[in-house]
């Protein structure tokens, strides 16, 4: 604690010079006691520290008793083989250095001619004085308060020194008389009023030349006024060479605009010759000069030109540009006048600018011109594309029209085929023919799927399908959904559930059902083990029909592609036989119904397939009858009219009709039908009629048909339209639909239904 102790005061006065001495190395000083205070710390850390750390025995003892490497001149308790007490040891070296590296610091930066001046003048103030004769007032001086003042306005103006002197009077509550003899009071005051415009030190070194206090002799007051002049000499030095670093031209005018002070830049960007970069050339020279060169323009009245820009400086003080050098160099020049009289000019060169903002005014002229021109190729393009975008959705129109007006021409042969098929898998139920008309069944039903599915896709493609927004519960879907797939999912050795719901739905029954019917026949087609589950879950205001399966899964780089057409996943593309179309209808109907259709998959453990729909309030619906399960038997016996203007189509009907053992009446028109009837000498039981008759339709001749026959008999319009205005036609006059090509089970169980319905309402 006693050698720290010891060094610390030491560094501590080292410093006392440099903050109250006010000697000549006063920033050196600093500097060397900084330089002290780290060698002396260095050494006693190394003679009192170092020998601890040893001690305890985390450095080798051969450092105490050899020294570093060696060098026994360094021994930490010996250095240089002095032999004294560990603490007087320690001390002695460290302030030592402290010491050395003090003096050696302080004397490596020279004293600047500021430093000097203030070292001079502590030294004058520290003189000895002759005995100054007993007084009644501490303070005398020679020299008045005007003089003060008068000294003070050379610095700072005669109104501002006015004022301040003014200022100081008021506060104090005195008066300042000019010849009086000014106090010490006084004198300071006027000391801090000069240094705040020159500086402390100027402002000591004028009062001291104008108090001549002391005895200081002629040299010294020489020296004084050497050292005043290098100091002022040094400020104007750096002051030039901060003017001379700025990038803009730079001139001082006094109040007779005569040039007293410029940068380099300002005689470089005029283009001066050298006799005007001197102090006392005139401003009106210098424009002329620039006038005479051709600097202000080619016009030949050399003083207007002149006079015109001593106006905008001396006068009107404006901004404005300038060209130089034959308008090779552009110059913007502002003007500032000064307190005393007289104004400064900064010269930038703006010649750059300039030309970039006037190439950019030409590409601005260009790229309007360029704008207006693409604009106008755009709105050509544009009533290109217009036109070319009514040509497309023509032609989408007249595509959608085209397969719809071919679907019944097309259709009316299949469903012959399909007709000649079922009865022959009805004839035959055993032995190779029934093996070759199942075949051929299975193959018109190929063909029939693929049909219409072409037809259905272009039909959500035409835009113009309006669904029939209905209530309806949601198990009516379900129950139809689980007697459709049942039987297929057990011949896949597949788990199917339907979970059983309550829940009622707005959407359209027929489009919703055909949408879970595609999800179902792929979860059920491409899942080889496991389950398929179709439930709905509540989602606040709506609902989720989701279908679960156990399948390969959907890799998430391929859930987009699924619902293309066409497209279907490598993996399993060979093992099960389709073409890609299920889940294009999906988004397709999804889209018409505005139902959101969501997919989540994991690769291996098979996919989720939702539909986002609205739930809707249950109803209350009059309890319906359900008829048993038909069969062929019960047919047997029933006249039924066929209407159909396709020869083989009516054979096909016939043919199948006649298999159930129904006595059939082929009709072609309404004509026809009439003279079957009035020849069979009773009403028909049931009317099978084809929407498109020739020139008519179906409901027409019905109607004729009606209004002849007073049992009113039931009616299914069997039509290859699958538009919603053929659907929504025959709903209105209360008949039953079926779409070609026909599926004779459908046919059977719909005759039975109607017919059953009838007897009932007969008893």
């Not at 010490?184 to 030190?201: D, P």
């Not at 679907?407 to 000649?420: K, T």
């Not at 298999?659 to 009773?682: F, Y």
Request: net charge positive.
């Amino acid at each position: 604690l006693v050698s720290i102790g010891l060094v610390s005061f030491a560094a501590i006065a080292q410093f006392a010079p440099a903050f109250f001495g006010g000697l000549v190395w006063r920033r050196a000083t600093a500097l060397g006691a900084i330089a002290g205070i780290v060698a002396g710390f260095a050494v006693w850390t190394y003679t009192l520290l170092l020998p601890w750390v040893i001690e305890a025995g985390w450095l080798p003892r051969t450092i105490m008793t050899e020294g570093p490497f060696g060098l026994g001149l360094l021994a930490p308790q010996a250095l240089f083989h002095s032999h004294l007490n560990p603490l007087t040891h320690g001390v002695l070296w460290s302030m030592a250095a402290n010491v050395v590296m003090y003096v050696a610091g302080s004397l490596l930066k020279a004293p600047e001619p500021v430093e000097r001046m203030q070292a001079h003048l502590f030294a004058l103030n520290s003189l000895p004085r002759p005995p100054v004769a007993p007084a009644l007032k501490m303070w005398r001086s020679s020299i008045t308060a005007g003089e003060l003042q008068r000294t003070v306005a050379r610095y700072l103006g005669a109104e501002r020194a006015q004022r301040s002197f003014s200022e100081y009077a008021q506060t104090n509550g005195t008066t300042i008389a000019p010849n009086a003899e000014a106090d010490i009071h006084l004198v300071r005051f006027t000391e801090h009023l000069l240094a705040s415009a020159i500086g402390a030190a100027s402002s000591r070194l004028v009062l001291s030349l104008l108090l001549r206090r002391g005895d200081a002799g002629s040299g010294a007051a020489l020296k004084l006024l050497d050292d005043a002049t290098e100091a002022l000499q040094y400020n104007r030095d750096l002051l030039q060479s901060a003017l001379d670093q700025v990038r803009h031209g730079l001139s001082v005018f006094d109040r007779n605009m005569q040039l007293i002070c410029w940068n380099r830049q300002f005689r470089e960007l005029l283009s001066l010759p050298t006799e005007l970069g001197r102090v006392g050339a005139s401003l009106d020279q210098i424009l002329r000069v620039c006038a005479e060169r051709g600097d202000f323009g080619r016009a030949k009245d050399i003083d207007a030109l002149v006079a015109e820009r001593l106006i905008k400086l001396a006068v009107t003080h404006e901004t404005y540009q300038e060209h130089f050098i034959d308008g090779k160099r552009i110059l913007e020049i502002r003007t500032s006048p000064m307190p005393q009289g007289g104004i400064v000019t900064t010269y930038s060169d703006i010649t750059e600018r300039v030309e970039a903002a006037e190439a950019l005014e030409r590409v601005n002229e260009t790229l309007e011109r360029r704008v207006q021109e693409r604009t106008a190729e755009l709105t050509e393009v544009n009533k290109a594309l217009a036109i070319a975008k009514r040509k497309a959705d023509q032609a989408n129109l007249d595509k959608t029209r085209f397969l719809a007006a071919t679907s019944h021409d097309v259709l009316q042969p299949l469903n012959a085929a399909r007709l000649y098929a079922t009865s022959l898998v009805e004839r035959h139920s055993a032995g190779p023919e029934a093996k070759l008309a199942r075949n051929v069944d299975a193959s018109l039903e190929a063909v029939e799927e693929i049909l219409n599915v072409i037809i259905e896709i272009s039909r959500l493609d035409a835009g113009g399908f309006e669904p029939d927004i209905t209530v309806f519960p949601l198990s009516d879907i379900f129950e139809r959904l689980e007697v459709e797939f049942q039987a297929l999912a057990r011949e896949r050795r597949l788990e199917l559930r339907i979970m059983p719901t309550t829940l009622w739905v707005a959407s359209d029954r027929r489009l919703l059902r055909r949408l879970l019917q595609n999800l179902l026949s792929n979860a059920i087609k491409y899942t080889s083990s496991g389950r398929v589950l179709l439930g709905a879950r509540r989602r606040g205001p709506r609902l989720n029909i989701e279908v679960h399966d156990t399948g390969p899964g959907i890799p998430v780089a391929k859930r987009a592609l699924i619902f293309k057409e066409f497209q279907r996943l490598e993996e399993t593309a060979h093992t099960v036989r389709g073409l890609g179309l299920g889940l294009a209808i999906v988004e397709r109907i999804g889209r018409v119904l505005n139902h959101a259709i969501e997919l989540n998959s994991t690769p291996g453990r098979g996919s989720m397939f939702a539909v986002a729909l609205p739930r809707a309030e249950p109803r209350r619906i009059a309890a319906a009858s359900v008829p048993a399960t038909p069969v062929a038997g019960r047919l047997a016996g029933l006249l039924v009219l066929c209407i159909d203007n396709e020869p083989d189509v009516l054979n096909a009907s016939c043919i199948l009709l006649e298999g159930w053992g129904c006595t059939v009446l082929p009709a072609v028109n309404a004509a026809d039908a009439t003279a079957r009837c009035r020849s069979a000498g009773r009403d028909p039981d049931i009317i099978l009629a084809d929407y498109h008759l020739d020139g008519t339709t179906g409901l027409e001749t019905v109607r004729t048909l009606h209004a002849i026959l007073p049992s009113k008999p039931p009616v299914v319009v069997i039509t290859a339209d699958h538009s919603a205005e053929v659907q929504r036609a025959v709903r209105a006059h209360g008949y039953s639909l079926l779409r070609k090509p026909l599926k004779a089970a459908a046919l059977r169980a719909l005759m039975h239904q109607l017919t059953r319905q009838r007897a009932v309402a007969a008893e």
